[in-house]
C-alpha cells in the first residue's frame, strides 16, 4: 500500500481522443478516496515549471466527450537532463504530490519510469496514444477514434476515386508502427497496405499497381503509413512519376495528417479511458509504482513501464494477409 494523500497527474506526448475521459476517471476516482488531486500542465514541461492547479469535480465536467486535453501538452527537452528532472521532482514535492498518474506514450513513461527511479516517486501509466503502438494493452487510448476518423475520410476519398477511375495513395499516422494503416486499410477496402512493419520495396508496389490499374478497377486506393520507408504517400508518387510506364496514370495523394488526432472520442474509447484512469489510481494506491494499466482480453492489467517501452508489440501478421485476398 502507498500511504498517498496528494495525486498528480498529467498528459504527455502526443494528445488523443480519450486523453480527457481518462483525465475525469483518475480525478473523480482520486477525489472518491479522499486524496487530494493535482493537475500538471503541459506535461514535463509544466512539472519543471511548476505549473500545477488543484482539481475537483468539476474541473473534469462536461469533458468526457471532447477530443484534445484540457491540461495540454507539451514535448520537453529539458527533462530529458537530470537537471531538468530533479526541478520537477522538486516542485512535486513543493506541492506535495505523492503519487502520479501519466497518460501519454512510450516516451512520457521512460520519463516517469526515471522519476520513480531517481526520485522515488510513485507513478502508474495509462496508455493514451493514437499508434496504439504500447506492448501490453490491446488497444490505447485514441487509437480507435483516430481509426474510424481515417476511415471515414477513406470512404469520402473513394468516392471521388470511383467518379474518375482514379488511383489515390494516402498516408495515415504511424512513424513506427502500422496499427492505423492495417486496420483502416482492411475496413476502408484499400487494395494495397504499406507499413513500417514489412519490407516495402518500390518494383514490388510498381507490379502491384500496374496490375491493379490494367484490371480496369473503378478505383484503387493504396493505404501509406507515415513510416513505411519509401518515403509515405509523398515518396510513392514521386517514383511513379518518374517512370515512363506510368505516364498516363491519373494519381493524387493525399495525406491524412492531424486530421486523425482531433475530435470528439468514439464510444469504445470513452469507456476505455474511464475504465483505465480507475484502474490506474487503484493500483497506485494498492502499492503498485512503474507499471501501466492496460486492457487485455478483456481484462484490466498491469505491465511493467520498461517493458512497456523496450518491447515491441506486433502487428497481426494474419490481418495482413486478408488484403491479397479481399482486394
Ligand atoms: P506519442 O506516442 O503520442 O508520441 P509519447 O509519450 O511517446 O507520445 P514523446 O514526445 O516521445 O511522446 O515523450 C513525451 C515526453 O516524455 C518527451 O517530450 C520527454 O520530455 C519525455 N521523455 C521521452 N523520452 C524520455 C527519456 N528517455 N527520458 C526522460 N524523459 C523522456
Known amino acids: 500500500m502507498h500511504d498517498i494523500q496528494c495525486l498528480g497527474v498529467y498528459t504527455s506526448g502526443g494528445d488523443a481522443p480519450g486523453m480527457n475521459a481518462c483525465l475525469r476517471a483518475t480525478v473523480r476516482t482520486a477525489l ?88 522515488g516517486i510513485p507513478v502508474v501509466g495509462c496508455p493514451g496514444t493514437i499508434d496504439n503502438d504500447l506492448f501490453g494493452t490491446d ?30 495513395l494516402i498516408e495515415v499516422m504511424g512513424r513506427d508502427a502500422g496499427f492505423i494503416a492495417l486496420n483502416c486499410g482492411i475496413g476502408g477496402g484499400a487494395e494495397l497496405i504499406l507499413i513500417p512493419e514489412t519490407i516495402t520495396e518500390m518494383d514490388m508496389i510498381k507490379e502491384r499497381i500496374f496490375s491493379l490499374m490494367s484490371a480496369q478497377r473503378r478505383s484503387t486506393i493504396v493505404v501509406v503509413a507515415e513510416g513505411d520507408e519509401l518515403g509515405g504517400a509523398r515518396g510513392i508518387e514521386q517514383a511513379l512519376r518518374e517512370d515512363p510506364t506510368f505516364e498516363d496514370i491519373d494519381l493524387r495523394s493525399t495525406i491524412l495528417g492531424h486530421i486523425q488526432r482531433g475530435g470528439a472520442p468514439t464510444a469504445g474509447d470513452r469507456v476505455l479511458a474511464s475504465r483505465l484512469g480507475v484502474a490506474a489510481v487503484e493500483a497506485l494506491l494498492d502499492g503498485h509504482t512503474d507499471v501501466m494499466v492496460g486492457f487485455v482480453n478483456g481484462e484490466t492489467k498491469l505491465t511493467p513501464l520498461r517493458n512497456v517501452y523496450s518491447r515491441k508489440k506486433s502487428i497481426d501478421y494474419d490481418l495482413l494477409k486478408l488484403t491479397q485476398i479481399l482486394s
Do not use: W
Request: hydrophobic fraction near 35%.
Open 32 to 119: 472518491a478516496n479522499d486524496l487530494e488531486v493535482v493537475g500538471i500542465r503541459r506535461g514535463y514541461e509544466g512539472m519543471i515549471d511548476g505549473d500545477f492547479v488543484e482539481m475537483d469535480r468539476r474541473s473534469v465536467s462536461n469533458i468526457v466527450q471532447t477530443g484534445g486535453t484540457i491540461l495540454k501538452s507539451a514535448r520537453s527537452t529539458d527533462f530529458l537532463t537530470e537537471e531538468g528532472r530533479t526541478r520537477a521532482a522538486d516542485n512535486l514535492e513543493r506541492y506535495d504530490v505523492d503519487g502520479l498518474i501519466a497518460i501519454g506514450g512510450d516516451g512520457t513513461f521512460r520519463g516517469a519510469s526515471k522519476l520513480n527511479d531517481e526520485h
Open 139 to 168: 488497444t490505447t487510448i485514441g487509437y480507435d477514434t483516430a481509426l474510424n476518423t481515417a476511415i471515414e475520410n477513406i470512404d469520402r476519398i473513394r468516392d471521388t476515386a470511383d467518379a474518375h477511375n482514379r488511383l489515390f
